[in-house]
């Protein structure tokens, strides 16, 4: 899969999002009106099939996971480990911001730039890497890799 010009979903910063919470005479209604921690991993998956105008087979395909292990991730009804997680994103051309909410929304770590596997496949990311030249990059540095 060829990389794709994204368009963007437009969401608050969570700078702005902290300053509306803190001059916030009650918490309910921010929380009530951001739908915090309301998002779970299928929906966050569907948003960003729908933003990127992919289908999930051909996701699923190009992240290397089982077919209908894939469909399970993608409807709730499977967890997915941080590695399946990352092989979505890389298969989607997530951003790092995109990647880091896909992992969140996961129950899953975010990148971490200090640990030194984490610090690579954020380059990659960052850079465009497909999932296959950041399994190359992390070989070369003697890091696990994703698949």
């Given at each position: 899969?060829?990389?794709?010009?994204?368009?963007?979903?437009?969401?608050?910063?969570?700078?702005?999002?902290?300053?509306?919470?803190?001059?916030?005479?009650?918490?309910?209604?921010?929380?009530?009106?951001?739908?915090?921690?309301e998002?779970?991993?299928?929906?966050?998956?569907?948003?960003?099939?729908?933003?990127?105008?992919l289908k999930?087979?051909?996701?699923?395909?190009?992240?290397?996971?089982?077919?209908?292990?894939?469909?399970?991730?993608?409807?709730?009804?499977r967890?997915?480990?941080?590695d399946?997680?990352?092989k979505?994103?890389?298969?989607?051309?997530?951003?790092?911001?995109?990647?880091?909410?896909?992992?969140?929304?996961?129950?899953?770590?975010?990148?971490y730039?200090?640990?030194?596997?984490?610090?690579?496949?954020?380059?990659?990311?960052?850079?465009?890497?497909?999932?296959?030249?950041?399994e190359?990059?992390?070989?070369?540095?003697?890091?696990?890799?994703i698949?």
């Amino acid at each position: 899969m060829g990389r794709r010009r994204k368009k963007r979903v437009e969401e608050p910063l969570t700078e702005d999002m902290l300053v509306e919470l803190l001059d916030a005479p009650d918490p309910r209604a921010f929380i009530k009106r951001h739908e915090v921690g309301e998002r779970s991993l299928a929906e966050y998956l569907d948003a960003l099939l729908l933003e990127k105008g992919l289908k999930r087979s051909a996701v699923v395909r190009e992240a290397g996971i089982n077919e209908t292990f894939g469909y399970q991730i993608f409807t709730g009804a499977r967890r997915a480990s941080r590695d399946n997680l990352l092989k979505l994103a890389f298969a989607m051309g997530c951003s790092l911001r995109e990647t880091n909410r896909l992992l969140q929304a996961g129950g899953a770590n975010e990148l971490y730039c200090k640990n030194r596997r984490d610090a690579i496949v954020i380059f990659a990311i960052s850079h465009g890497y497909t999932l296959q030249k950041t399994e190359e990059e992390l070989y070369r540095f003697g890091e696990a890799t994703i698949s």
